[in-house]
């Protein structure tokens, strides 16, 4: 049987922990979270964050706690895609594209009270560029790569001038990952990693995490913004699925992610309510294109994808919440066709091209649990795979593991198969298709490198937008499938379930939850 906590005791037992560790900083600190059940929203989690520190972490479920905590000198409009102004006010760029000149916001200050001004803009960016950056570091070569300096004009003024002129630079100055703003002395003072002790200028300041078990933050009373609706968050991890959901139609959680399209009755039946809008994301299945592994041959890579039926995979497992892929790219994307396709479904030629090729055995490596982007969990998709690809006459290994070892396990393992998505971060194509041009294991974890394909990327990353910026996107969209780089799965919905007295923007379009943009009565 199951064991469940009232709000009231849930969010008591986050202050007791938080106070042993030492977590709350002062009296003011504590008095500031109330116990009434309307101040605190509680967010039923299926994964855990893997770190706090943007510059360190990639994952969606780091995202948003990273989004609520910091913010960077542009964002996305609530619901939209479009770009709005946020550390910084305005800015100017040179004729020649390569100069971008940011006025930022006056007057607004880092949880721990340190100034945000251009100081603290050249510190952020400055650590992840070499010769500071570090191989952990995976979002700073996909959104600074392109940088060559930053320049302090005066105290609320930064230049930073580029290499070379980058269409999406703005759209990646958005980014929680690589692009927000951190304090630098947090940094100094735990040696450049804010992991577990995150200092932002967001709505929302942390106050302490127990692993395993929940995260709490509160409300940043000196925010320069509207200040948040919701006083407290309690970020509960709840890896097991049916417990989330029981868990919320109970009340005792307000807000789920995680969300399994076969429970959407049980939801709906315990007086809860269904969140859900179109994404930006592809669910895919890595080929490990290391040297010496059979999956590094495109002629194995295809028969593998034509021994699983795709279609018939998604919906059974997800029964209409995502759509099949028949590319990388989603459907929202430029440079998108509905006639690029992976390879149709014939087992038996992938039998006689596996069988050829001598491939008998494989490892596939998954993640125990559900995921936003695959609640159905990643171990059942495993399985879904074993099985078709058994009848193709290969004998499918799985291993399972929590996501941060997954994670962790996907850099430093040996195996052949393992499952990865993409979250667009905002709307430009470089975004989507740039991790699989990268030579960075942490996000392009197959290595799969095409030399086109990186030409092709590369190229379209430095021109205007227009039809030739998108015709070449179209092309690398195009190479990804023609060379089975990957086999992509599907593209999910963002879906989250919550009580009837939560509302607002429960999933903003790039698949975060921002605790600001809800209510609680």
């Known amino acids: 049987m199951k064991k469940f906590f009232s709000s009231k005791k849930l969010l008591a037992a986050a ?113 992840q560029l070499p010769p500071k950056q570090t191989p952990q570091m995976a979002y700073a070569q996909l959104t600074l790569t392109d940088i060559e300096s930053v320049k302090v004009i005066d105290e609320y003024t930064v230049e930073i001038k580029l290499k070379q002129s980058s269409t999406p630079f703005l759209s990646n100055m958005s980014i929680s990952f690589g692009a927000a703003m951190i304090s630098p002395t947090a940094l100094k003072k735990y040696n450049n990693n804010v992991s577990n002790n995150p200092v932002g200028t967001g709505p929302y300041k942390f106050v302490s995490w127990d692993k395993g078990q929940n995260l709490v933050l509160t409300t940043n009373e000196d925010y320069w913004g509207p200040k948040p609706a919701v006083q407290n968050v309690i970020f509960r991890i709840i890896k097991d699925t049916s417990a989330r959901v029981v868990a919320l139609n109970n009340g005792e959680v307000d807000v789920i992610n995680g969300v399994n399209s076969t429970l959407y009755d049980q939801i709906k039946s315990g007086g809860s309510k269904i969140y859900e809008n179109e994404s930006n994301n592809t669910d895919y299945m890595v080929f490990n294109c290391r040297e010496g592994y059979v999956t590094a041959d495109p002629e194995v890579r295809k028969a593998i994808s034509q021994a699983i039926n795709v279609p018939e995979l998604v919906e059974t497992l997800h029964r209409g919440f995502s759509t099949p892929a028949h590319s990388y790219f989603p459907s929202i994307l430029a440079g998108y066709s509905k006639d690029v396709r992976t390879p149709a479904y014939d087992p038996e030629a992938a039998a006689r091209v596996l069988a050829a090729k001598g491939v008998k055995e494989l490892k596939l490596m998954a993640y125990s649990g559900a995921r936003a982007a695959n609640p159905a969990g990643g171990q059942v998709l495993a399985e879904a795979i074993q099985a078709y690809l058994k009848k193709a006459g290969v004998k499918v290994n799985i291993e399972v593991y929590d996501w941060a070892n997954y994670r962790a396990r996907m850099l430093t393992d040996k195996w052949d198969l393992c499952f990865i998505g993409w979250m667009g971060d905002h709307g430009d194509p470089d975004n989507f298709i740039q991790p699989l041009s990268s030579a960075d294991p942490a996000t392009n974890p197959g290595l799969w490198q095409n030399a086109e394909f990186i030409e092709k990327t590369n190229k379209a990353r430095h021109m205007p937008e227009g039809a030739e910026r998108v015709a070449l996107y179209a092309r690398a969209n195009q190479i990804v499938t023609e060379d089975s780089g990957i086999l992509p799965l599907y593209h999910v919905k963002n879906v989250a379930a919550y009580r009837p007295n939560i509302s607002g923007q429960i999933i903003h379009p790039i698949g975060v939850l921002f605790f600001n943009q809800m209510s609680k009565k």
């Open 15 to 127: 202050l007791t922990l938080a106070f042993a560790a030492g977590t709350m900083s002062s009296a003011a600190t504590a008095a500031s979270l109330s116990r009434k059940p309307q101040d605190n929203l509680i967010i039923g989690s299926a994964i855990e964050p893997t770190g706090l520190d943007p510059a360190y972490v990639s994952d969606l479920d780091s995202a948003t706690l990273t989004y609520n905590i910091y913010e960077s000198l542009l964002r996305n409009k609530p619901d939209s895609y479009e770009l709005e102004p946020c550390l910084a006010e305005s800015w100017t760029i040179s004729d020649d594209g390569k100069t971008y000149t940011f006025k930022l916001r006056q007057g607004v200050k880092f949880h721990d009270g340190t100034p945000f001004n251009a100081e603290a803009v050249k510190f952020n960016i400055d650590r």
